[in-house]
């Protein structure tokens, strides 16, 4: 599957951001897809992933758990990441990634995911 962000943007701190990746395929339902950050400077780190069709495998990183919420809707071949209560240290460039072979204990290495959309920047202003 070929992979799509959008839905980035600047946010004042406190506010709402909904991240979209799209996807291509036929097969899209059975990719683990993961969400991914990256802040200047600063290494690409872990956000959110959801398991593939039957699995029903949802991780998130501390730093975001109760913040954000990942989902996907595999008719419209897309997974959704709604992100509430946004802080500045949130700024960054958001990827989305997909694999099909992932398992669960390999959702939040970025190492793991062969397919990789373009960033979308998120920006949260305080």
């Known amino acids: 599957v070929q992979l799509q962000a959008s839905g980035g943007g600047l946010v004042q701190a406190g506010g709402s951001l909904k991240l979209t990746c799209a996807a291509s395929g036929r097969t899209f339902a059975s990719y683990t897809i993961g969400w991914f950050r990256q802040a200047p400077g600063k290494e690409r780190e872990f956000v959110a992933a959801?398991?593939?069709?039957?699995?029903?495998?949802?991780k998130y990183a501390d730093s975001v758990k109760g913040r954000f919420t990942i989902s996907r809707a595999n008719a419209q071949n897309t997974v959704s990441l709604q992100m509430n209560s946004l802080q500045p240290e949130d700024t960054a460039v958001y990827y989305c990634?997909?694999?099909?072979?992932?398992?669960?204990?390999?959702?939040?290495?970025?190492?793991?995911?062969?397919?990789w959309g373009q960033g979308t920047q998120v920006t949260v202003s305080s």
């Open positions: 990634a997909g694999d099909r072979n992932l398992i669960v204990s390999s959702m939040a290495r970025a190492d793991q995911y062969d397919q």
């Open positions: 959801i398991s593939g069709l039957g699995r029903s495998s949802i």
